[in-house]
């Protein structure tokens, strides 16, 4: 009866260490963990990417917006002992090959900043790290167990958002946020120019000027390049 017993625990101990060990915080588990909230409370956003300048892009794993504040979280998926400090550039893991990584609150932080640049309203940002890293850190800001990740934020129970206010700040999300049918089009557009291009280089016009192109032997191989050169420098390989 007691070998049985032993048998049976000693199985269930051995898969749950095996699918322990195998945990990835994947943004699906942040999803699933995020379901949690109140619905009617709390508006999660995921992967979101913000125009911060007219080329530079802000991708945010996670955001959540409520009368009780606004969360910007990072997601870090690491195991092993995790040394770190507030303000440091880098943060150490035992269990990676470069030990040192890029300290997390800092690229949370400069998100949280953008961010309030734009809302005008102050953020929280939070770091979220996988069950199977032991954190040993000294910091004033949210670092967190994914486990702890619902309570940090229910830990925020003061109302300091107006309905009025919280549409403003929905709206402008959306005002910054970049559509998937803009990230389409902009993939579109880029295919369209090269196929263009191909199409030009093809008939013997420039692409860059309209002139025509000519065959021009190079150091190693021949080339298509403008008759215009030197005001013009398109070059195409043949
Ligand atoms: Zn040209």
């Not at 994947?26 to 995020?34: A, D, H, P, Q, V």
């Not at 092993?80 to 609150?105: C, V």
């Amino acid at each position: 009866m007691w070998l049985y017993l032993c048998i049976i625990i000693s199985v269930i101990y051995v898969i749950t260490r095996f699918s322990l060990s195998k945990f990835r915080l994947s943004g699906r588990t942040i999803k699933g963990t995020l379901s949690r909230l109140e619905k009617e409370h709390y508006n999660t956003y995921h992967d979101v990417e913000l125009q911060k300048t007219s080329t530079k892009v802000m991708q945010i794993d996670h955001l959540i917006v409520s009368t009780y504040g606004i969360f910007i979280l990072k997601i870090c998926d690491k195991k092993g002992l995790i040394e770190g400090t507030e303000h440091g550039d880098y943060w150490t893991n035992n269990l990676a090959k470069k030990r040192k990584f890029p300290n997390p609150l800092k690229q949370c932080k400069q998100q949280a900043r953008f961010l309030r640049e734009i809302l005008h309203v102050p953020i929280t940002h939070i770091v979220v790290f996988s069950p199977l890293a032991q954190l040993k850190i000294d910091v004033n800001s949210h670092v967190v167990y994914v486990a702890q990740l619902v309570k940090t934020i229910h830990d925020y129970d003061k109302e300091i958002f107006t309905d009025v206010k919280l549409q403003e700040v929905r709206a402008a999300i959306e005002n910054y946020r970049i559509k998937s049918e803009e990230k389409k089009t902009r993939i579109y557009n880029v295919k369209e120019i090269l196929e263009e291009r191909k199409r030009l280089v093809a008939a013997n016009i420039c692409p860059k000027c309209g002139s025509a192109l000519v065959v021009r032997e190079g150091k190693r191989r021949a080339f298509k390049g403008c008759s215009r050169y030197p005001k013009c420098n398109f070059k195409h390989g043949i």
